[in-house]
């Protein structure tokens, strides 16, 4: 039996924390023992629960308190008896690796993108100085789309031959059987053109650069509203924003995983100025939705130019205006690229192959501290 720790910076809904949901229920129970821990969140715990697994609450989202936090982080080490230590977000990422290190366990570490350009330029060499030293001292660093993994390869924050891809992904089948939600049950009507955007509300998003293009595409098409499902910091800069330039937006909060909105939209649109893979395009894709995304790491890995949809320069709000009329516009093309994604989710990125490479990476791991 692997017993495997993951440990999470942030367990708001999000891509790491669905990533360990996702292994939690679906690794192979007569291999593998999984104890997963971090800041509390009453969602994520209710839905581990679910599962038999309770939230151990740690939080590594803060460095105030550095010796305190990493002595309690080794401690949960020690007492879960962790085989393998997975860790996810940057907090994580250092605590975690760190303890396993004095303990002697081997880490796993994924980056669910590679977020450092807002620090200020000491900042910057600071996170890339610290990161190169705990790629050094990382069994194998898990990297989501190829994109992330050459520039992770670039940095130097993940090593040759210490570096894998397994790029995320979902359960079709599973996404289709959720409870479909039309355009009533978010007080849309059934002749409104709505965008849909599935995403916490963070300054990366670009939730700003969606607002702008809605106003663009709004002068001709009167009809048009944006689906804005998350929560986060930035949600009340964003509420303002809207009222500023008189737009239709409708913001349901956070959409937990047994939903499907993206039946409710006749497009999907994201304006991150990056990603490492999202998930909630696939999960549009796999409801037969084009995509209009930013070319940018993680959307390049996703969505195919001209095949499953479009591709727009990031922060060109004029750009995404024109893609988002386009289509709108041609009926029988979006029709033609949601087909061409839904194909494409199925072919390249499910939650099984997920899984299952991560497993190799885990019985790898523990076979380096048995050697």
């Known amino acids: 039996m692997i017993r495997v720790l993951q440990l999470l910076t942030a367990t708001t809904l999000g891509g790491g924390p669905r990533q360990v949901f996702d292994l939690v229920r679906r690794l192979p129970a007569d291999e593998f023992k999984v104890a997963v821990a971090g800041p509390r969140n009453q969602r994520f715990a209710a839905d581990l629960r679910t599962l038999g697994i309770e939230l151990g609450e740690v939080a590594v989202d803060t460095f105030r308190a550095f010796p305190l936090t990493l002595r309690a982080v080794e401690r949960l080490v020690r007492d879960t008896r962790a085989d393998v230590v997975h860790t996810h977000g940057k907090g994580a990422g250092l605590y975690g690796r760190l303890a396993a290190w004095l303990v002697g366990v081997p880490a796993v570490h994924t980056f669910h993108g590679i977020h450092y350009e807002s620090y200020s330029r000491a900042g910057q060499y600071l996170y890339l100085t610290l990161e190169r030293w705990l790629a050094g001292i990382t069994h194998t660093v898990i990297n989501v789309s190829r994109t992330q993994q050459n520039e992770a390869r670039r940095l130097g924050v993940a090593r040759s031959g210490r570096s894998v891809v397994v790029v995320n992904g979902i359960d079709v089948d599973e996404l289709a059987a959720r409870p479909v939600s039309g355009k009533a049950a978010f007080g849309l009507n059934a002749d409104d053109q709505v965008l849909g955007c599935v995403a916490r509300f963070d300054p990366v998003k670009r939730h700003d650069v969606l607002l702008k293009a809605l106003a663009r595409v709004a002068q001709r ?42 039946s409710s939209c006749d497009l999907y649109v994201t304006a991150s100025s990056k990603e490492g893979l999202p998930l909630a395009p696939l999960e549009a894709m796999a409801s037969g939705l084009a995509v209009i995304a930013t070319e940018v790491p993680g959307h390049q890995d996703v969505v195919e130019p ?57 019985r790898a791991a523990n076979a380096s501290r048995r050697s």
């Open 221 to 262: 098409n009167p009809n048009v509203v944006l689906l804005l499902a998350g929560e986060g910091p930035e949600k009340a800069r964003i509420d303002q924003r809207a009222g500023e330039l008189k737009v239709r937006v409708v913001n349901p909060g956070a959409i937990g995983w047994q939903t499907n909105p993206y």
């Open 306 to 362: 001209d095949a499953t949809g479009l591709l727009v320069p990031p922060g060109d709000d004029a750009a995404m205006s024109v893609a988002i009329e386009s289509l709108l516009n041609d009926p029988e093309r979006r029709r033609r690229m949601g087909q061409a994604g839904r194909e494409r989710v199925r072919r390249e990125f499910t939650v099984q192959s997920m899984v299952a490479k991560t497993a190799e990476v885990y």
